[in-house]
Structures are given as C-alpha cells and as structure tokens.
C-alpha cells in the first residue's frame, strides 16, 4: 500500500492543491521552531517540513521561497495584534499598550526570534520589506494611541511624532528582549508613567 504523508493533500477538479489550513498552521509552528533553534540563515525548509510532518512540496505549494515563508508567517501573528483600547487618559492608553506588548514579548519563541531577526536585517535587505511591515502596523496603533492623547489636550499638536513612536516600545523591549528579563505590572505601569511625561515634553 502507498504510503501518504499530509502534503498529500485533497485535489480540486482542476488539479490545484487545496492549502488546508491546519497543515499550514503546522507548517508555521515548525517554521518558528525552527527559526528559533537555528536562526534564520541556517533554517532549513526541508526540516521544517519534517517536523509538520509534511513533504516540502507543501511548502513551495504556499510559498516560493523561504523569504514569502517567513514573511507570511510573522504578518500572521504581527498584524493580528489587539487595537489599543482607550483607556481615557495617555498614562493608562500606553500602559494598555505595553501590556500587549509585554504578552507578545513573554513568548518564548518570539524573544528568540527577534534579536535574530534584527541581525539578519543588518547582514541583508532580505527581511527588510517584512521588518518595515511589522513596524508600520505597530506605529499605526501607536498613532492612535497620539491621536487621542492630542485629542484630549494631553499631549501638544506640534508632538514630535517620530520620537514619541521610537519612545513608546523602547524600555520594554531593552528589558524584555535585550535583556532577557521579566517585567511586572507595577514596573509596567512606572514604565508607562515615565513615557507619559517624556512624551508631553516631546513637543
């Protein structure tokens, strides 16, 4: 009897293979496992497709190469992040935003992958595209998050909006990230209160 393996998948009428969505969320943890364990230039697509149990064929069904893997794959948890609710005053809307990204940052896999995925960016322009995307939907609900404040009388018209958007994640990730240590509500919170005053002199 031949044997199948799961990227043996169902076809349409047309020949076309159908992507089932439970193989390709295998193949995303396997692709994040992997990256984790080896880094990004020595991550190994045939390896990944082993450990989804899949053929690699799976794979390039999906994605044409490894680039389009990882960046479908980090889209699909990088723009997935909750809005920032409003909070009704700047302090408690920064510390909302902290707090998902403190959850995002507490992920081991995530804290392995991004200081590799910044190196990776400063040997190639490969990853850049994806970098760029990451960080535009982070600013985007950052901007929000300005709005308001603005809106509120909290924060100056005139904001040097660049600096504030560089400010507002920066303690978190050096202690979290960089450093590779833990943060607790009440730091959060001391966090958000120091940016909330640096960013009123932000103007």
Not at 40 to 51: G, M, N
Not at 68 to 87: C, H, Q, R, W
Not at 159 to 170: F, V
Request: glycine share 4%.
């Amino acid at each position: 009897m031949e044997h199948k393996t799961a990227d043996q998948e169902p076809r349409r009428l047309s020949g076309a293979a159908l992507q089932r969505p439970e193989l390709t969320q295998a193949l995303y943890r396997a692709f994040f496992d992997e990256w984790a364990e080896r880094g990004y230039a020595a991550l190994s697509l045939e390896r990944v497709a082993k450990k989804a149990g899949a053929g690699k064929a799976a794979i390039y069904r999906r994605w044409p190469s490894k680039r389009d893997f990882a960046n479908e794959a980090i889209k699909d948890i990088a723009l997935a992040v909750t809005p920032v609710p409003d909070e009704g005053s700047l302090e408690a809307d920064i510390a909302a935003f902290l707090c998902s990204l403190r959850a995002v940052f507490r992920h081991p896999t995530v804290r392995r992958i991004l200081p590799d995925l910044l190196a990776e960016r400063a040997r190639s322009d490969e990853l850049a595209p994806l970098l760029e995307t990451i960080a535009m939907a982070r600013r985007g609900r950052a901007e929000v998050l300005l709005d308001r404040a603005i809106a509120r009388d909290e924060l100056p018209v005139n904001l040097d909006r660049a600096l504030a958007l560089d400010l507002l994640p920066s303690p978190l990730y050096w202690r979290m990230v960089v450093n590779q240590r833990r943060i607790s509500l009440a730091e959060l919170r001391r966090q958000a209160h120091v940016l909330a005053v640096a960013l009123k002199a932000a103007g």
